[in-house]
């Protein structure tokens, strides 16, 4: 199976860090195919479909779905609006075919969105926990 790698950023419209928000992110995604796509387009993307890593400080997501169902899962992904019963905003960061681009990619854009923030001890030690975490990750 050939797979797309989606980079979302998914940010709550309070503008604050959620942790809640990314063992949720899933049945958020799968809810918004079924409504956006019907129960067709939820079967076919269902077997394919994860959340491979979510950096709630950042709000970065790295999605993988089938090439063959890419596009309904992206359209569906934008038109998200609750994560948890919390608002939210998604954009597309990047798309690609290639697992290892996106977890570049992904480092680069949480890095970027980082950069300006102050964090606390805590914080920073999280952070760095998810960045060890995305860096390990492997498929």
Do not use: W
Not at 27 to 51: K, Y
Not at 119 to 135: R, S, V, Y
């Amino acid at each position: 199976m050939v797979d797309r790698y989606l980079i979302l950023y998914v940010k709550a419209k309070d503008g604050r860090a959620h942790e809640s928000l990314g063992p949720a992110l899933p049945a958020a995604i799968r809810s918004s195919i079924l409504q956006h796509q019907g129960e067709a387009g939820l079967e076919a993307a269902s077997p394919s479909l994860s959340v491979l890593h979510y950096n709630h400080l950042a709000g970065v997501a790295v999605v993988r779905i089938a090439r063959s169902e890419h596009a309904k899962v992206l359209s569906s992904c934008l038109k998200m609006t609750l994560v948890d019963y919390k608002g939210v905003t998604v954009k597309l960061l990047k798309l690609t075919g290639a697992f290892r681009v996106a977890k570049t990619a992904a480092a680069e854009h949480i890095a970027k969105l980082m950069a300006p923030l102050k964090l606390g001890p805590d914080q920073q030690a999280t952070a760095a926990m998810l960045q060890e975490k995305l860096a390990a990750l492997y498929i």
